[in-house]
């Protein structure tokens, strides 16, 4: 369990290559302070090492609702991290839906106005698909501080491949959290 002064910070991934590298992103977070826990998203185990995280973290990764009676098995999150967020993660989150654990936290950190940081990781065709481009617009305006700017942060090509993990901006986001946890203490 975290310190008295130790934010929570849940790390929610989705389904795509960038998730596998959680363990080092792991390291990080608790390096600045954070109490990391993992959320996944179904799609997203296929690329995760579950018993290396949840060695770091000290919890099992969740990815799925529990039992009514059973109690939460991990601390109140204070942020939210999405790395990586998918197409589809990103357009679910923006209407609502809450078929899986990590969109139904999501979606509540969003009406308890948590704070959320995002890295959005369509390729280029699906970033221009109207839907995802309403769905980064609403998300925004929600307060969910969204990480895309292909001109900063390049999109892989559709059928890609493996360098589409060498695009992903993890400096960028552990700057971002080490930013947000002296927020939050600060507060």
């Known amino acids: 369990m975290p310190h008295a002064d130790q934010p929570v910070l849940y790390v929610v991934a989705c389904g795509g290559r960038p998730a596998s590298d959680l363990p080092a992103f792991v390291t990080q977070?608790?390096?600045?302070?954070?109490?990391?826990c993992v959320i996944a998203?179904?799609?997203?185990?296929?690329?995760?090492?579950?018993?290396?995280?949840?060695?770091?973290?000290?919890?099992?990764?969740?990815?799925?609702?529990?039992?009514?009676?059973?109690?939460?098995a991990l601390p109140l999150p204070d942020a939210f991290v999405i790395a990586p967020a998918t197409f589809n993660t990103i357009n679910k989150m923006a209407s609502g839906a809450s078929?899986?654990?990590?969109?139904?936290m999501l979606n509540e950190a969003i009406g308890l106005g948590l704070p959320i940081v995002a890295v959005p990781t369509p390729n280029v065709a699906l970033a221009r698909h109207p839907a995802?481009?309403?769905?980064?617009?609403?998300?925004r305006s929600w307060g969910v501080n969204l990480m895309f700017d292909p001109a900063r942060w390049p999109l892989p090509?559709?059928?890609?491949?493996?360098?589409?993990?060498?695009?992903?901006?993890?400096?960028?986001?552990?700057?971002?959290?080490?930013d947000l946890i002296r927020n939050l203490r600060a507060a």
């Not at 977070?29 to 990391?36: E, I, Y």
């Not at 995802?132 to 998300?139: D, I, K, T």
């Not at 559709?158 to 080490?178: E, I, Q, R, V, Y």
Request: glycine content about 6%; hydrophobic content about 40%; charged content about 20%.
């Open 29 to 36: 977070m608790k390096a600045t302070g954070w109490h990391v």
């Open 41 to 72: 998203t179904p799609s997203a185990l296929k690329f995760m090492d579950l018993d290396t995280l949840s060695a770091l973290t000290g919890h099992k990764v969740r990815y799925d609702y529990k039992q009514p009676d059973e109690p939460d």
């Open 99 to 104: 078929d899986t654990l990590a969109l139904g």
């Open 132 to 139: 995802f481009q309403h769905s980064v617009e609403a998300l």
């Open 157 to 178: 090509t559709p059928n890609m491949g493996a360098p589409a993990a060498d695009l992903f901006p993890w400096t960028d986001l552990a700057d971002a959290m080490s």
